[in-house]
Every structure is written in C-alpha cells, then in structure tokens.
C-alpha cells in the first residue's frame, strides 16, 4: 500500500511556518485560497495575505510590484489562471525585470478530473520555459514539495512550481534533498532511462519493476527541476543507456519531453519516446481515467520503454 | 380592468406558475446531476435557475430543432460553473434527452464540467474561465448588429466574476458600440469561493458602475420570474445602450441548507444532503 499525501496541504502549511520566520513573505491569491491552501497562511498572517478577487492578471502584475518593494512573493491559483491568463503579466513584469514573484499554482495537468478542458492545464510548462530567467520546478510528491518550497523562497526570481490536485504517493524519506537544476537519479538502469516528472514519477518507479520483471534494466530519474535542465545528466543518461523515455502530465508539446530532446539532438542524440498527453485537449472524467485514456498510465511508459529498445536494437 | 387585460392578467398568471413549476424541476436535475457526478457547483447553478427558466421557456427565441437558425437568441453562460442549470434548461427544452442529464461530468459525456459548444447543441459558447463569455456576448452582439439580424443576446455574469479586469473592458466596449440587442444578468448572490464578495473584493456601488459605463440598469429580484420577465421587456425598449439586469439572488436558492452557504460553492451533496434536497425541491411531489 502506497500512503498518499496532499501536496497542496504541504504547500500551506510550510508557506505558514517560513512565514513565521521570515516577515517579507507575503502570498496573493484569486479567490482560490482554500483550494490552493495559501489559506493556512492567511489565517496566521492576515496582514500579509492578499485575496486580490477573480482577477488573476492584476494579481500577478501586482506580485511584481510588492516584489520591487523587498518582498517575497508568492502568488497562487490554479495553473490554468497562473500561467496562460496572465501570460503576458508574467512576461513583461515579472520575467523580464527578473522580480523576486513564486507562482505556486495548484490544479496542473489532466488530473484535475471533472471540471473538463477549460480547468486542465496541459500547456504551462510550454509557456513558463519560453521564457528567460524562469526557473521551473514540478515536484513529484509531498516531501519534495516541502523541500522545493523551502528552497524557493530563498531562490532570488522568478519560479514557476506546478502542484497536482489529487493526492499523490509518498516518494521520498525523509533526508531527501532538493537540489536545484540538478535531476536525482532515483534508481540506475543500463538498457534505459525514464526521465519523468510529478504524477508520473511514480509511475516511472512502477514501469521499471515491471520491466525488469521482463529482463530490462531501467533507470529512474526524476526530473523535477524542468529548467534550468540537467543538462550533464541528460548527456550522461545517453551515453549510458542510449535510450530514454520522457514521462509528463503535460501536452507532448513544448514540456519535458521537448527540453531532454533539445538537448540530447544538440549534444548527444539518442533514440526517445515520449509518454505525454497528445495535442488535444482534456475532458470530463475521473482522474485515474483521463490518465489511462491519455496514454500516463505504468504500462504506457513500460510500453514505450520496450519500443525504445526495440528502437535502439536496429540501430545498432 | 377591461376584459382583455384581465383575460391577459390571468393568461400571465398562469404562465408565471408554469414557469416557477419548471425552475423546480430544474433545480432537482441540478441536484441530481452534482450528486451523481460527485462534483460540480450546485450554489451558482441554483441561484440562476430561475433566470434560465424565464429565458429558456418564455423570453428566448429559440428552437431546438433547428439550431443554426441565424434569428435566434443567443445565450452565454459566462459563469460557465453553474453548467448544470443550464444543461437541464436545455434538456427541457428538447435540445437533448433529459436521461442525458446523469452523465455529467462522466467519461465521455457531451455534458462537460464546464459548457463547451462543440460537444452539445444549443451551447452558443464554449466557457469556464470568468470574464471571457462576457466579452464573447460582445462580439455576438457586434455580429448580430453587423448582419442587421434582431436577435438578442443574453448573458449571465457572476458577481464574484465581475472582478474580472476583461468584464469592464468588455462593458466599455458594448456601451461605445451601443449593443441595445445585449441583455446582461448579473447574478448577484453575494457569495464568491473565498467568502462574501465585499469581504474579498468590494464590488459596490454595482448599479453606480454600470451605470458610469453607459448600461441601462435594472434591479430585480432574480427568483422572480414576473420580475425577471418585466424587467427584459423593459430591457427591450432601450435604445443605444446594452442592458444589465441585477438580479438579486440567493446561492443555493431551493435548498435550505445551501441557501447562502459558501461551503456549496463547488461541492457535490451526500448521499443523506442529496435526499433531504430533493425532499426540499419535490415539495408537494412535482415530479415522482
Ligand atoms: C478566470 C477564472 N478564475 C478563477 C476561476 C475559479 N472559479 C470558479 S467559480 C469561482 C467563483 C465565482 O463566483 P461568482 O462569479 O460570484 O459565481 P457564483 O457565486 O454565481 O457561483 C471561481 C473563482 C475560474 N473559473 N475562472
Ligand atoms: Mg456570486
């Protein structure tokens, strides 16, 4: 039995105590506190807790502003409303002049379940990386929310962190360390590497038992930190296996899957398969069925695993 | 009181009870629907009911068999959350059959979490993320004006969603193209997620800005099918300027234990809560 933690829940509460030690943080939010959990926050610190109302792109702009004035900022909603709604907000007056603005945004990805299409965000990772000087950070579960969290905030910039609505497995123990722009190698593998990131880095753990059930040793990286990228890793994971399997709750387009590729064609090209949701958008239904319906489920990276080794066989 | 008016006093009378007997019917597919989804928003959905109703079966050119008739009504659900009110306004009205209803927000289902026009009929635009359908209804109505066609435009906005910076864009846009064919509801329950809307952002004076933007304004009590249909024959007589309608409502209107409670912004009833609910909507037992 796997035991399930809120990232979310984890967000709050550690957003609360750093409060405590630090007077400079403040947390926006747009009528999404409970949701979003920075209501731990606001009800220990009223004062610096601002609800700027449905009204995500003031509230963004207005992060940059409290963040010229010495503050640490973080601002939060779901990632639909944190990244593409203000998307221009977060280009002109947050990455651009380089301002000190967390976005902690919770409900990424397809597993946000019944609300449909217009609440599952399949393309932030695409428009946070276009980005210069963001820094992007997917954690994939609740102890290294709490790590990523407590590094952020002394992280001086812009940051995006993605938080997934569901419950999520307990990864890691507790002397996991982040370390930032670097991947953590959670297991070694010599046929493969799955490179994956949130909800699937679990399911990446899953696909090589299963795999090397079958005979075929796969490594496991977790590649929370999206940018800036391991790059050496990346380069190193080629050279090693030959083969790596990429593995989001993101569109296929313009997120992990893309950023290893990009390396790898420019400094060691190898064969890849992707695990991530195809170019459409999501729909209605229950979280475990949307991610079996879009391709995210242990068996899909085992599969695309196997077809990169079929891959990597004729090559040779 | 000649005859003919009293002959139309009691034709109206009727039709007012016919119609507040289908907002009861409404708000039982509501409840229905969100307890069998198991989420969804049943607050914003039920404080609208009766403007949907009103709209639906009385006021709305429309017709269910030819949905691309070029004269009809239009309506966008800005506050795209309360689908369900308008999911079973358009069962009810023949669009799709009413068994369809349950599948909300299920695999598969045409009847998405938030309304989307190119999974079911008689969804005039797709919505969900506040303060874009109003803008949406602009550009309808800048259409309909374009193709010199007489259909009106109707639009409901939340008052949480009014915050919005885009709503007053789109509300200086419509005055500036003097959109008279736009009849805007907003409706006002006073209750957004995080709390009570003055608490987290004061929207007041509401009349006063929209009236500062050039609408013609008027108030009604929005669980008032009489009022609510007074108030869009009034609406219709404006010229050169589009209209808001600020209905006054209850969230959770129906259900005495959502009735001005936060908490059922966006949560499904229990199994016991959806019984007591449709207790509460059958009353003296509309429907079996
Ligand atoms: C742009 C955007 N931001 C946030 C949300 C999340 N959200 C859904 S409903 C809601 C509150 C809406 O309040 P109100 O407009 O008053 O609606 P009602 O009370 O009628 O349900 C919020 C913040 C959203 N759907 N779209
Ligand atoms: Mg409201």
New binding site residues.
């Given amino acids: 039995m796997k035991i399930m933690a809120s990232a979310r829940e984890v967000f709050g509460n550690v957003l609360m105590e750093l409060g405590r030690k630090d007077h400079s943080i403040v947390a926006l939010n747009?009528?999404?506190s409970s949701?979003t959990k920075t209501s731990i926050f606001a009800k220990e610190f009223p004062e610096r807790f601002f609800n700027m109302g449905?009204a995500?792109q003031n509230m963004m702009a207005a992060a940059a502003g409290l963040a010229t004035t010495g503050k640490k900022v973080f601002a939060s909603?779901?990632a639909?409303?944190a990244t593409g709604?203000v998307y221009d907000q977060i280009r002109q007056s947050i990455a651009y002049p380089r301002l000190n603005v967390k976005i902690v945004a919770t409900h990424g990805g397809i597993t946000v379940g019944g609300d449909g299409a217009?609440?599952q965000m399949l393309e932030d990772i695409a428009l946070m990386r276009v980005l210069p000087n963001m820094t992007i950070i997917i954690p994939a579960d609740a102890v290294e929310t709490d790590r990523v969290i407590r590094y952020i905030v002394e992280h001086e910039g812009p940051s995006y962190i993605r938080l997934p609505r569901t419950k999520s497995p307990v990864l890691f123990s507790d002397d996991y360390t982040f370390e930032p722009g670097k991947g953590h190698v959670i297991s070694e593998g010599d046929d493969v590497t799955i490179m994956a990131i949130g909800l699937l880095v679990d399911r990446a753990i899953d696909a090589a038992k299963l795999l090397k059930n079958k005979g075929i040793s796969a490594g496991v990286v977790n590649m929370s930190c999206v940018k800036p990228i391991d790059r050496e890793l990346i380069i190193e994971c080629a050279g090693k296996t030959g083969a790596i399997v990429t593995a989001e709750e993101h569109s296929i387009i313009g997120g992990l899957g893309e950023a290893v590729a990009s390396v790898l064609v420019q400094n060691a090209p190898c064969i890849q398969e992707m695990v991530a949701i195809p170019d459409v958008f999501g729909e209605s239904g229950e979280s475990e069925e949307l991610m079996t319906k879009y391709g995210l489920t242990v068996e899909d990276i085992a599969r695309k695993a196997e077809r990169a080794l079929e891959r990597k066989a004729v090559m040779c | 009181m000649s005859d003919i008016q009293k002959t139309y006093n009691e034709e109206l009378n009727q039709t007012i009870k016919d119609l507040e007997e289908k907002a009861r019917i409404i708000r039982q597919h509501v409840i229905e629907m969100i307890h069998e989804a198991g989420s969804g928003?049943p607050?914003?959905?039920l404080?609208?009911a009766d403007i949907l109703t009103a709209l639906y079966f009385y006021i709305m050119r429309h017709d269910p068999k030819n949905l691309n008739w070029p004269e009809r009504d239009r309506l966008v659900l800005s506050?795209?959350?309360?689908a369900p009110a308008l999911y079973a306004a358009l069962a009810e009205s023949g669009y799709f059959p009413v068994e369809e209803l349950i599948t909300l927000r299920k695999l598969g289902s045409r009847l998405q979490g938030?309304p989307s026009m190119r999974h079911l009929p008689g969804i005039d635009m797709s919505t969900?993320?506040?303060?874009?359908g109003f803008s949406a209804a602009i550009g309808i109505a800048l259409g309909g004006k374009l193709d010199r066609k007489d259909y009106y435009v109707y639009a409901i906005?939340?008052?949480?969603?009014?915050?919005?910076g885009s709503i007053w864009e789109a509300a200086m846009s419509a005055s500036h193209y003097n959109l008279d064919h736009l009849i805007a509801f907003l409706?006002r329950?006073?209750?957004?997620?995080?709390g009570r809307?003055e608490q987290v952002m004061s929207i007041a004076p509401v009349k006063e800005k929209w009236e500062a933007f050039g609408w013609n304004v008027i108030e009604i009590n929005g669980h008032s099918i009489h009022e609510i249909i007074r108030a869009v024959d009034r609406a219709k007589t404006s010229e050169g300027r589009p209209n808001i309608i600020i209905a006054h409502?209850v969230?959770g209107k129906g259900v005495s234990f959502m009735e001005g409670s936060v908490h059922f912004?966006?949560k499904a009833p229990n199994d016991e809560q959806y019984q007591i609910a449709m207790r509460e909507l059958r009353g003296k037992g509309v429907r079996p």
């Fill in positions: 747009a009528d999404l949701s449905i995500e909603t779901f639909v409303f709604r217009s609440h | 928003h607050g914003g959905s404080s609208a506050k795209g959350h309360a938030h969900g993320s506040l303060g874009q906005l939340g008052d949480g969603e009014i915050e919005e409706d329950n006073r209750l957004q997620i995080d809307t409502t969230k912004h966006g």
